[in-house]
């Protein structure tokens, strides 16, 4: 456990957390009786993410790149960093803001949580592997993202190596991960099927649909980040994936077999930057995190259109 300097709860500050997972990771913690605060600057996040929990958190709208979030963070007990531009085809449009945020941001998070010795748990992302050979792969796989967007996380990941020297920063390499308050962001193939469902338009799938993809659902996220943040595992980075994959196409025929929907995939040219196949190795964060997957994809689908 982190050592709690408040009297009965741990104050962690959660950055993003007006995003699609730190919502679900600060509604957890304030369940779980913790002080949270959160920081966002709503630049893709919004507050209805958070609206059921405002009044039992604090949130504070800033930026990670802004000097002033030193006063916020400086009594917290452990900090959860998940602030981040996440659109890998944007990250080719505007790779300088890219590098700001993920990186500098991120940068400014460490360089905090070093002078004030706090435990820093931050999301990085399978995309910090490229085209890798080894499936499912494991941590000590190298590294070689394919797209701005995954190049900004390898180099959070360097600054976090070196900060960790001071303070226990754990990186977490999340696959993709979904869940129902994403289905209508329009962000990941998820979305996409889901939105085309409801607007009775074609699912569109690049290539064949051949691709592998390991999706995780984010409540087992949350579990995994919060296990990461109470837990010795000291520095170090850790996959959090199902460990299984599904391909594009069969998620779209998931999607039109348990919506009831009577519209067929139709194929397109494969976007830049997009990996074949991910699918984690989790034994580490089984073995770290005490950690399992408990959600499946087709099971979460399926109850997606119980009516
Ligand atoms: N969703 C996934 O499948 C996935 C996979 C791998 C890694 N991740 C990582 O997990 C984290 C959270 O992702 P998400 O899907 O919840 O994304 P999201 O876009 O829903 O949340 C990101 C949040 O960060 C905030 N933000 C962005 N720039 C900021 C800045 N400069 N200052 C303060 N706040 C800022 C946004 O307003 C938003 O609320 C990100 O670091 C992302 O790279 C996500």
Redesign the pocket.
């Known amino acids: 456990m982190i050592p709690k300097k408040s009297n009965k709860t741990v104050n962690y500050i959660i ?2 957390g ?5 919502s679900h990771l600060a509604r957890y913690l304030v369940g779980q009786g913790h002080s949270v605060g959160i ?7 919004n507050l209805s993410n958070i609206s059921d929990i405002k009044d039992k958190i604090s949130f504070y709208k ?4 802004d000097g002033t979030i030193e006063d916020v963070i400086k009594n917290s007990d452990g900090i959860f960093h ?5 659109s890998v085809p944007e990250s080719f449009v505007k790779p300088i803001e890219y590098e700001n ?1 993920n990186v500098l ?1 991120t940068e400014n998070i460490f360089r905090l949580a070093k002078k004030f010795h706090i435990k820093t748990v931050f ?5 910090v592997y490229g085209n890798t050979k080894n499936i499912p792969t494991p941590e000590s796989e190298p590294l070689d993202p394919v797209n701005p967007y995954g190049i900004t ?1 390898l180099k959070a990941e360097y600054l976090a190596k070196e900060y960790s020297k001071h303070c226990d920063i754990v990186g977490l390499r ?4 979904y869940g129902n308050t994403m289905v209508s962001s329009g962000t ?1 193939v998820i979305s996409q099927f889901y939105q085309s469902i409801q607007n009775h338009t074609p699912l569109t799938i690049d290539r064949n649909g051949e691709q592998l993809r390991d999706f995780v659902h984010v409540q087992d996220i949350v579990q995994a980040t919060v296990s990461a943040m109470e837990k010795n595992t000291g520095s170090g980075f850790i996959n959090i994936g199902s460990g299984s994959t599904m391909s594009i196409l069969n998620l779209a025929n998931l999607f039109i077999k348990y919506s009831g929907s009577n519209l067929q995939p139709i194929l397109r040219e494969q976007k830049e930057g997009n990996v074949l196949a991910s699918q984690a190795d989790v034994s580490l964060a089984k073995k770290l995190l005490s950690w399992q997957p408990q959600t499946t994809l087709e099971d979460w689908i399926k109850n997606l259109y119980k009516s």
């Open positions: 950055t993003g007006a995003g699609f997972i730190g920081i966002d600057n709503l630049s893709t996040g800033l930026d990670i790149l998940h602030a981040a531009l996440v945020v941001g999301a990085s992302s399978s995309s996380k999340y696959y993709n991960v990941g």
